[in-house]
């Protein structure tokens, strides 16, 4: 039985993990969000209550789960603060159940104003960001000049460093970018009386985990957007700012990667993509827009429709091999349901010929030609199921292609947002 399990977005992030952690995290003791911050929005639907989670795990749903927040993730305490407000009104109590590490950096003013600023600076090479200071702050980790969670313990050190920060900043805001300058006089005092009141959930997260692990309880790690966003594998620079790879989950928490047993992958049974970037299997026209509509692609936490195309084997298998996969969840189902024909990319070509691998060069992604295979669908409803026999043959057929051509197993199916809405295929969980 896996005890300690990894969940990772295998495509461009939007893969309904939030769903899949929700499903799982009764099997399990904690769930441990390990990178990211609240551009992330992971939908929760519970007997048709949604809840749209940005920093709290998906496990925060469950009464009986813990849910921690580890140093991998960058903090808005604002934000923070009010999706706990939420969850509490919502009828979930969170009281002691949710830890914050106290190395996690925090999401400043100047941040999210400097993060607009530099996106209009971009003018026709826009990234397509949140503008949420998600990437200034984790540049001001890198570049060592970041404050953490732990920082908020001592206030007048906290002020003193918060006020040195920000003059800095607005040097450079004045310089580079006219407008982004942020007036200082009360802005540090407001900002800490906000963000000491997440204080009471400061916990040193690595001590937390090892120790409940060594005393055999069983934790989930949810990552947040998906591997082809990640800052270091995917498809730079149209990527996030952290490690959403499955790698992210040790460093982003504190826990060695022999703790870990399993290494879960979540794929559409179609592809999106939010955002600037190359995206192969993009689906132009009516054929995109007709899966859109029916998935109701538009993102959780900025309402962006998303550009929706067919499934990338080749991106799969990039995905799993980075994660080194151990079985591969599959969503939204579904929605290919009315689908006479259902086309699959199989191979990629750049400049006449195979490439086998996933390039580096953004550039060459742009370029790169797929080739599909177009499978028969099944024309028949799949949404609700939750028994395999259930589904049609060449739904089955569909699924098998799509484990046999990325070469890992299919644990589970969801067939709709709720949380039972589900097809158990493995008894690893």
């Known amino acids: 039985m896996w005890k300690n399990v990894v969940i990772v977005g295998a495509q461009w992030g939007d893969e309904g993990k939030g769903k899949v952690v929700d499903a799982l995290a009764d099997r399990f003791d904690i769930v441990a969000r390990y990178q990211g911050g609240a551009n992330a929005g992971h939908t929760v639907v519970v007997k048709g209550k949604k809840f749209v989670l940005q920093l709290l795990p998906a496990g925060i749903v469950r009464p009986d789960k813990t849910a921690v927040i580890g140093n991998g993730v ?70 060592r000049r970041g404050l953490r969670t732990g920082d908020l313990r001592n206030p007048e050190t906290f002020r003193r460093k918060c006020s040195e920060v920000l003059a800095e900043k607005n040097r450079l805001a004045a ?37 409940a692990m060594d005393r055999g309880q069983r934790v989930l790690f949810e990552g947040a ?58 689906a132009l026209g009516p054929e995109g827009e007709k899966i859109r509509a029916r998935g109701g692609e538009y993102g959780a936490v900025t309402g962006r429709p998303r550009r929706c195309g067919w499934f990338d084997v080749p991106a799969l298998r990039y995905s799993a091999r980075l994660n080194h996969l151990s079985a591969l969840v599959i969503t939204k189902l579904d929605i290919l349901d009315h689908l006479a024909e259902i086309p699959v990319g199989v191979e990629y070509e750049y400049r006449g010929g195979p490439l086998t691998e996933f390039p580096a060069e953004v550039e060459a992604v742009g370029e790169l030609k797929v080739r599909y295979r177009v499978l028969p669908g099944w024309q028949q409803p799949t949404f609700g199921l939750q028994d395999y026999s259930q589904l049609p043959a060449k739904a089955k057929d569909y699924l098998r292609f799509l484990s046999d051509q990325v070469g890992v197993e299919i644990a589970s199916v969801s067939t709709g947002p709720q949380r039972d809405q589900i097809i158990w295929l493995k008894e690893q969980w």
């Open 74 to 143: 960058v903090i808005d305490p604002e934000s923070l603060l009010r999706e706990v407000e939420m969850m509490e009104k919502a009828g979930v109590t969170v009281g002691n159940r949710l830890l914050v590490s106290d190395r996690a950096h925090l999401i400043l003013p100047y941040h999210r104003s400097h993060e607009v600023a530099a996106e209009q600076a971009r003018g026709g090479a826009k990234i397509g960001t949140t503008a949420k200071g998600i990437g200034p702050s984790y540049e001001d980790k890198a570049g």
């Open 225 to 282: 957007q998906g591997t082809m966003l990640d800052v270091d594998q995917g498809t730079y620079p149209f990527v996030t700012s952290s490690s959403a790879a499955a790698g992210g989950a040790c460093t982003g928490t504190g826990v060695g990667p022999t703790r870990i047993d399993a290494v879960v992958g979540v794929s559409k049974a179609y592809a999106t993509r939010v955002g600037s970037g190359p995206f192969p299997t993009e």
């Open 175 to 211: 310089a580079l970018f006219a407008g982004a300058v942020l007036d200082t006089e009360g802005l540090v005092e407001r900002y800490y009386e906000v963000a000491r009141r997440i204080l009471p959930y400061l916990t040193n997260v690595p001590a937390y985990l090892n120790t």
